[in-house]
């Protein structure tokens, strides 16, 4: 099936929490493809990235990048599909310059920020898939089922208390 969501990461070492993206979607059966792409690294790269994501029937783009994250608002510019950003844990920081760099957008070019980190990355498969689900009631539905799973989970965990 063609991928219908792009993750894509500044650098190789964002993949242990751009895993959590892709566990999630894996999970719920949606097609995706998985990249290292950077603005700084590959500008080239990013912008025929950006550019060409809709043409190859990508619906969502979910951008993880740590520190000067300029990666999801880079992208943004130069696509009108949705793009979800998610900031990577940086050493130096804990990951608040890569939240700010992402969530700080200028009015005008919107990035959907999620968390930091490896609750952030599921979060950003779950909202893309929702997006994909507005459109497609069986996604919907089989979010709906992990929820109740997850709530299933919540009320054993307080018996065992
Ligand atoms: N923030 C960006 C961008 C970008 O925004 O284009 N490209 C790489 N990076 C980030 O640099 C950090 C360190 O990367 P290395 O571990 O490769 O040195 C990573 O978290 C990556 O997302």
Request: net charge negative; charged share 20%; glycine share 10%.
């Amino acid at each position: 099936m063609e991928p219908l969501i792009g993750v894509i990461m500044g650098s190789s070492s964002d993949w242990e929490t751009m895993k959590w993206t892709c566990d999630v979607l894996e999970e719920l059966d949606i097609p995706f493809e998985k990249k290292v792409v950077s603005a700084h690294r590959t500008p080239d790269l990013m912008f025929e990235y950006a550019e060409n994501a809709r043409d190859r029937g990508l619906k969502v783009i979910i951008a993880g990048a740590g520190g000067a994250a300029h990666l999801p608002g880079m992208v943004a510019a130069k696509t009108t599909l949705p793009v979800i950003g998610v900031p990577v844990q940086s050493k130096a920081l804990q990951g608040l310059d890569s939240l700010l760099s992402i969530v700080q957008m200028p009015g005008g070019i919107p990035v959907a920020t999620v968390a930091i980190g490896k609750a952030g990355a599921t979060n950003a498969g779950l909202l893309a898939a929702q997006i994909i689900g507005a459109f497609q009631s069986e996604i919907a539905e089989r979010i709906n089922n992990r929820r109740k799973s997850i709530e299933q989970q919540v009320l054993e965990s307080s018996e065992t208390l």
